[in-house]
């Protein structure tokens, strides 16, 4: 299970900053792609069980879900794709090599209280 690890770098990441900055995290906000190799349940569930008696206890870990987005060479437009499994344009079928976006795993913000 990689994503104890992954919620024990993140833990680790915020620690740091609220001690640069004075305060304790209130929130952690990350984005999560579905290529990211992170299995959302279980990287909430890892998380929770990370925090317990630690400083960061009760820093709630907010998750966004960004979606799988490819860019189609034949219709020359990004598109969004419904699975993982088929990387092909939802417009014209024709393959879409090219991610854009979807490999996520990124702590954007922290919430710090002073």
């Given at each position: 299970m990689?994503?104890?690890?992954?919620?024990?770098?993140?833990?680790?990441?915020?620690a740091?900053?609220?001690e640069?900055?004075?305060?304790?995290?209130?929130?952690?906000h990350?984005?999560?792609?579905?290529?990211?190799?992170?299995?959302?349940?279980?990287l909430?569930?890892?998380?929770?069980?990370?925090?317990?008696?630690?400083?960061?206890?009760?820093?709630?870990?907010?998750?966004?879900?960004?979606?799988?987005?490819?860019?189609?060479?034949?219709c020359?437009?990004e598109?969004?794709?419904?699975?993982?499994?088929?990387?092909?344009?939802?417009?014209?079928?024709?393959?879409?090599?090219?991610?854009?976006?979807?490999?996520?795993?990124?702590?954007?913000?922290?919430?710090i209280?002073?």
């Open positions: 990689h994503e104890l690890s992954i919620a024990l770098s993140i833990l680790d990441l915020a740091e900053e609220a640069r900055h004075g305060g304790r995290v209130v929130a952690i990350l984005k999560l792609g579905p290529l990211s190799g992170v299995i959302k349940p279980a909430v569930s890892a998380y929770d069980l990370a925090r317990e008696g630690t400083p960061l206890a009760g820093a709630e870990l907010l998750v966004e879900e960004v979606p799988l987005v490819a860019y189609c060479p034949a020359a437009v598109q969004t794709l419904e699975s993982v499994q088929a990387l092909c344009c939802p417009e014209c079928g024709g393959p879409t090599a090219e991610v854009v976006q979807g490999r996520e795993l990124d702590v954007v913000a922290l919430e209280e002073s």
